[in-house]
């Protein structure tokens, strides 16, 4: 009876949060085929046949579900990129650039601007670069990283270590900061990385980070194109300062890129994924912040199963295989039972998936939902988990390489 009431109250809390801002926008569907015409010639064409209005809602989808073929059986290539060569250390004082409207969130964003101003906020470090993969959006393009380096150690010889932390969708820019702070104090340096289309790399026309994950499909897919390369190149230019062993964390949208990053790169051998799901298209359909999506969707007439198909290329199954190749790498899962943005049973398949596969990993359970992992007290057990695992795990990677 107890644990009832408790399930009760946490989904009335989980959706209160998931229902509190007003500024989602239910938008049309777009296919976007423009967005991959780059990668596929089929995209290419299609996005011709569709500008022109000779492709029916069938027949669109059909071509989408292909160009998803094409960039799984080529997704070494569609994830490739070329190395940036204007990386860069930009000092500027911190924004918060808020995603929502909420009177306590636009004071909070005053106060800093504020402070600022009045010399009371100090300046911070940022690693600044232009993306491998272009957008439309030149603001978009122009990779942010908050820069945490690593203290100094008595032992000289010790490797040096860094971590890529990617928080959720639609975070603003302080969010995951105070995590790279703690990877700090157990001598990791952390790179605290934007999101496209979040923070400082948000169109101007925005109030949420709503392009990282909308109705229009190609977008989105290059979206993650986009994130993962740029985890990847986070990496690189970690390497070009002396780090030598390396990890990634990422929270829900931020999970689903760090997987695919990592499945990608074995240079990434700690993985803490922070909610987890198998197929991008199950959480867009069954989420409960990403109801304004499904609607356009299912205007169109599409269906769960559909929407899975369309972007099957960003998702973390399509490249499992490719991921659990990978068996000196350590991983974290952390899912909750009443989470309604990913639910408990795509977090499970997840874990069985590993299973089956032989991944080196560990999961942990959180009792609350996907937004109260924000709240307190979960955001402190949550915490807890990312920070212990991430201190043995890097404490295991150094031994190993002695």
Known sequence: MLGKWYADWMIRW?????????????????????????FSELAAESHRLDMAGQLTTQNALERMM????????????FYGYALPTDFRLEHRHPELFP???????????????????SGKLDKAEFLRFTSPVHSKYPENDAVNARWYPEPAHKDPKRKKQAIVVMPQWNADAF???????????????????????????RPAELERSDY??????????AACRQAVVDIRA?????????????GVLGTSLGSCYSFMAAAFDPRIQVCAFNHASTWFGDVVWTGQSTRHIRAAFEREGLTQEQVRAIFTSISPMSVMDRFAAEKTRQTLVIYAPWDLTFLREFSLDVLSN???RGVNFVSRVLPCGHY????????????????SFIHKAYKQMRERAV
């Open 14 to 38: 989980e959706t209160a949060l998931t229902t509190r801002d007003t500024n989602r926008v239910v938008r049309p569907l777009e296919w976007g085929f423009d967005w991959l015409a780059d």
């Open 66 to 77: 292909r160009v998803n073929e094409e960039i799984v059986a080529r997704n070494a290539e």
């Open 99 to 117: 995603t929502n409207v909420r009177p306590e969130t636009l004071a909070q964003d005053q106060q800093l601007k504020d402070d600022a101003a």
């Open 175 to 201: 969010s995951h900061n105070a995590l790279c702070a703690i990877f700090n104090k157990f001598g990791i340096a952390g790179l605290r990385l934007s999101k496209p289309y979040h923070d400082i790399r």
């Open 212 to 221: 990282a994950v909308s109705s229009n499909i190609g977008r989105t897919i």
């Open 234 to 246: 986070c990496v690189d230019w970690l390497q070009t300062q002396g780090y030598e062993q390396f």
């Open 354 to 356: 590993f299973r089956k």
């Open 372 to 387: 109260t992992t924000g709240e307190t007290p979960y955001k402190y057990i949550d915490g807890w988990y990312m920070g």
